[in-house]
């Protein structure tokens, strides 16, 4: 056995078991194109050495970076206009080992793994070769972002390239976030250290998300940013007030901005608070705005997490078309690589929420489908909050296993403490066993630290609805007035105030909200989905039911 240094091509031909369902003859056809014109000779010519063919893919090494990566943008060049040939590429430069029979190494599976998170007809290499690329090759390349793939650790940071990329360079770009020093008054000691200690955790907790980058302003360059984050915080007495905004570098125009404000009598508890809000805020923020950088690219050119950054911004648009098209984005994402953990979750999240919003029972058949998807993205990614939090939603909303919900929430939160969705997950398992009162709490907390949450008038709608079985009225109608006044549209939202307001005598009220959902129309909603309550409730979650 012998090792040498290569840089490693694996290509993949998109669609080709649904293309040898629809057409045989024109799938085969398709590789032996591939193999006798657009992929083999040029390589070849090129100095590389064809390692392996596996049916639709290709492992192919060079000794040049310059001659491997120039040929690999050459091939897709001229595949663009291809009615049916489109390939994905990942290049990695490592060592291999060969003996008479194979060739071995932990190259070929990064450059393999890169390769299924690559965009449709265009190419991912690891930062390792990256850093081997000068001059007009390496800007041809952006930065796409890091990677959790599976098998390897740690996250891989990868660099994009697609066609279009040669008239802007940019098309694509992870965002990047720049984090300024924070200002802070008054000037002294205390009001210093707690300043950068909100921004040194801030820092931390943003960075733990996958497809961004997070600048700290006292290394890093704001030119390189998308995005600029400022803060101020400002200490008088016992309060203390925290104001974020996130900027666009380019226009100057401010994205988002949040004030936070609390108790400093105990400073420690102060920051941990403030921490708590402003990333879970951030989190869902970047979420709905980061498909913005692509938003000229049609669904059939994105890669694996740019179909789930998609599918994430339809989800924070709340409507029941923008669900569905997000639930056929992550089933293209999962025909591009059909373990992606992230996109088997989503999918999931989409089948169940759209089902719920339905009030409409999932067949058997498919419920045995998202139990395995679900557990199969818990196993590849043992570490995320979000794929814990859908599982329990699944459990409560789907299969009403109250108890493996409470569980898997609870997991969530040992992963991170501040995820609301967690907290209202669990709160759904305390209400289908009955339990008001922590169910209760596990809703206010939910809203507590969403505020800015685009799913907050249907947080609303679950807390109210909990404050009204528990027969704390009040509550639940100053409740459901916040979610009308957000989301005024909402036909379950007048019904469930009429419930309310009759159950307190008030029947003009009842009758005032009865009328105002009877000239709105009987359509189901994400954002007013069925209750997961016990068997006795039953009743009471058909009078909210859309049908």
Same mark, same amino acid.
């Given at each position: ?180 020093? /924070? ?100 989190? /869902? ?108 939603? /699944? ?153």
């Amino acid at each position: 056995m012998h090792s040498r240094l290569a840089v490693l091509i694996v290509a993949d031909l998109v669609d080709y078991s649904r293309l040898m369902g629809e057409d045989e003859a024109l799938a085969i056809g398709t590789i032996r194109e591939l193999k006798n014109k657009h992929l083999e000779p040029p390589m070849v010519e090129r100095g590389g050495e064809i390692l392996k063919r596996m049916g639709d893919g290709w492992i192919i090494a060079f000794s040049s970076v310059p001659a491997a990566t120039q040929c690999a943008m050459e091939v897709q060049n001229k595949l663009v206009a291809h009615p049916v040939i489109k390939l994905r590429m990942g290049v990695h430069i490592g060592e291999i080992m060969e003996d008479d029979n194979d060739f071995y190494g932990a190259g070929v599976n990064l450059a393999t793994r890169l390769q299924a998170e690559a965009p449709p007809g265009g190419i991912l290499i690891s930062q390792d070769l990256y850093r081997q690329l000068t001059g007009d090759l390496a800007k041809a390349y952006s930065d796409a972002g890091s990677f959790k793939l599976k098998n390897i650790s740690p996250p891989v940071n990868g660099y994009q390239w697609r066609p279009e990329m040669g008239q802007s360079a940019n098309v694509g770009e992870v965002p990047t976030i720049f984090v300024e020093p /924070f200002a802070f008054a008054p000037d002294n000691g205390e009001t210093d250290a707690a300043t950068g200690d909100l921004r040194d955790q801030l820092i931390l907790g943003l960075s733990k998300r996958t497809g961004v980058r997070i600048l700290d302003g006292a290394a890093g360059n704001a030119n390189e940013s998308v995005y600029v984050l400022r803060g101020r915080l400002r200490i008088s007495g016992i309060r203390g007030r925290l104001n974020i905004a996130l900027i666009d570098r380019e226009n100057g125009g401010t994205v988002w901005n949040q004030v936070y404000e609390g108790d400093t009598s105990d400073i420690i508890s102060f920051c941990d608070e403030l921490i708590e809000k402003s990333v879970a805020d951030l989190r /869902f923020q970047i979420n709905a705005f980061d498909d913005n950088r692509k938003a000229h690219l049609p669904d059939d050119q994105l890669s694996v997490s740019e179909l789930r950054s998609r599918a994430a911004s339809n989800f924070f648009k709340c409507t029941m078309d923008s669900w569905e098209h997000a639930r056929k984005l992550l089933s293209r994402a999962l025909r591009l690589n059909s373990t992606d953990p992230m996109a088997l979750a989503m999918r999931a999240n989409a089948t169940a929420l759209l089902a719920s919003a339905r009030f409409e029972p999932i067949d058997e058949k498919q419920i045995e489908h998202l139990a395995s998807d679900l557990n199969q993205a818990v196993e590849i990614a043992p570490r995320s909050d979000y794929v814990f939090t859908v599982r329990s939603y /699944f459990k409560t909303s789907t299969i009403r296993d109250a108890s493996g919900a409470m569980q898997d929430a609870e997991r969530a939160l040992s992963l991170n403490s501040s995820y609301h969705v967690a907290y209202f997950s669990r709160g759904m398992a305390n209400m289908l066993v009955g339990n008001l009162g922590n169910g209760i709490s596990d809703f206010e907390k939910a809203i507590s630290l969403s505020e800015t949450d685009r799913f907050l008038p249907g947080r609303l709608f679950g807390l109210s609805i909990a404050y009204y079985l528990a027969k704390r009225p009040q509550e639940a109608n100053d409740t459901i007035d916040r979610a009308i006044q957000l989301r005024p549209s909402e036909r379950s939202y007048y019904v469930l105030k009429s419930m309310i307001c009759r159950s307190t005598g008030d029947y003009a009220g009842g009758n005032n909200a009865e009328s105002k959902a009877s000239h709105l129309p009987k359509v189901p909603s994400v954002l007013a989905p069925r209750p997961s309550l016990p068997e006795d409730k039953t009743d009471f979650v058909n009078q909210l039911s859309p049908n």
